[in-house]
């Protein structure tokens, strides 16, 4: 087990293992929430690739996939960059239910109707073996510093 | 009073030209307007006469649909049933390329101008960590000469729309080989309304979904090839247009 610490101090204890799922070739893993980052509806890749039912991914904050390795950083541009209106788009590994992780290329876009921003849509694709190896060593960077 | 104008994005295939003006004729019967059906050679031109507001009705690509639903006001009608636009990765079929970590700085790539299928296509091979600084692009004018292209060895890798890809000759897709499909599923043509033809809007969306029933319809949807028609929201193409949104 490993502790993360989510942004607002709180803990939450998670099951970690060093096994790797691929991403699933071709496809694109979607989810959208609303404007809180709570989980509004996933395509058929996200639910498989997550390992929860869809049920417990609905209405569920989205950072029930955070894996304890993503940097704080890294969300608080996110969420930073989605604020000034921008879309954001970013290299994430996520934790899935079983412990075991996926690496994708993630861009998230507001979902503006009628000039309002209504919630957001996430859209996943296989990232590069190459980019990966780079955020690897930098999100160990930004997490030690986060510990210190 | 002066007929309304229909356009069909140029990415239909060639035989099913005959199909759209039947589509036509059976569509005015049905809803007692006068339509033109205006064909056009290529995107660029499309596009213009969107840009002019010439056009009321179009069956457009999806990374059209953007620009005339934001843009324009355009209002989602309804979409062509399971028809979701997919694209196939194909390579010659000896080429030492088996997977699309295979793909080397270099490839050189055929495709048409067929802006949803190259949206998709340059997106996929970006796992690769291929983009268009990195690789020789070259435009055709159809799909078989994206085939023409890798069979002769002029080029490494082709981007097809799949139905296109599917509709080849055996004996030209014998000597090609897919690499990759997409499974996207959500990203389709549409077919949209200009905020000129809103009298009209639920009357054709009646007509459309209930095609197969009335008189003639099944027929005209052959000769277009589609199976029929479902029912598109407008918040399902706001949707399509944010996925796409993300892809660019
Ligand atoms: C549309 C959307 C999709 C998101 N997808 C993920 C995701 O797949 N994994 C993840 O860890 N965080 C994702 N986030 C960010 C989370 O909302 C959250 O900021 C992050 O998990 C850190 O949360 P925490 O500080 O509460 O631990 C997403 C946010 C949005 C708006």
């Not at chain 1, 809180?36 to 996200?46: A, D, K, L, P, W």
């Not at chain 1, 876009?109 to 996430?122: C, D, L, M, P």
């Not at chain 2, 007929?3 to 060639?14: E, G, I, K, R």
Request: net charge negative; with cysteine; proline share 4%.
């Amino acid at each position: 087990m490993q502790v993360l610490v989510h942004h607002d101090g709180s803990r939450r204890e998670v099951f970690v293992t060093d096994k790797e799922v691929p991403f699933p070739e071709g496809k694109l893993i979607v989810s959208r929430t609303n404007k809180h980052g709570v989980i509004t509806h996933g395509n058929q890749s996200f639910v498989e690739m997550s390992g929860f039912t869809e049920d417990e991914l609905i209405g569920h904050s989205h950072h029930i996939l955070r894996h304890p390795d993503m940097p704080k950083a890294a969300f608080k541009d996110l969420w930073d960059t989605l604020a000034r209106g921008e879309k954001w788009s970013g290299y994430v590994k996520n934790l899935r239910k079983d412990g075991a992780y996926y690496w994708v290329l993630a861009t998230v876009v507001a979902n503006v109707r009628q000039g309002e921003v209504v919630g957001y849509t996430s859209v996943r694709r296989k990232p590069s073996r190459q980019r990966i190896a780079e955020c690897i060593e930098q999100y160990q960077q930004l997490c030690a510093q986060e510990v210190s | 009073m002066k007929p309304y104008t229909m356009t069909v994005s140029p990415d239909f295939m060639p035989d099913y030209i005959a199909g759209w003006y039947i589509f036509n004729t059976w569509l005015q019967r049905q809803l007692g307007e006068n339509i033109h059906l205006e064909l056009y050679n290529d995107f660029a031109t499309q596009r213009e006469a969107i840009g002019r507001d010439e056009i009321d009705l179009i069956y457009a690509n999806p990374f059209d649909a953007a620009m005339l639903v934001r843009e324009k006001g355009f209002i989602a009608i309804a979409a062509p049933l399971d028809k979701p636009d997919e694209v196939v990765l194909s390579v010659p079929v000896d080429s030492p390329i088996k997977t699309l970590d295979d793909l080397k700085s270099g490839t050189r790539i055929a495709r048409t101008d067929d802006p949803d299928v190259n949206l998709i296509g340059m997106m996929m091979i970006e796992a690769a960590d291929l983009n268009a600084d990195n690789t020789d692009v070259q435009m055709v004018d159809s799909y078989v000469l994206v085939a023409k292209a890798l069979f002769q060895e002029r080029a490494d890798l082709g981007f097809f729309l799949q139905e296109a890809y599917h509709s080849l000759s055996d004996f030209v897709k014998n000597q090609l080989r897919v690499l990759l499909s997409s499974e996207i599923h959500v990203v389709k043509h549409v077919l949209l309304a200009s905020p000129n033809f809103v009298a009209h809007q639920e009357t054709l969306k009646a007509c459309l979904l209930d095609m197969p029933n009335r008189d003639k319809g099944q027929g005209v949807l052959d000769s277009m090839g589609l199976s029929g028609w479902q029912e598109q929201t407008q918040e399902d193409t706001e949707f399509m247009i944010d996925l796409m949104d993300t892809l660019v």
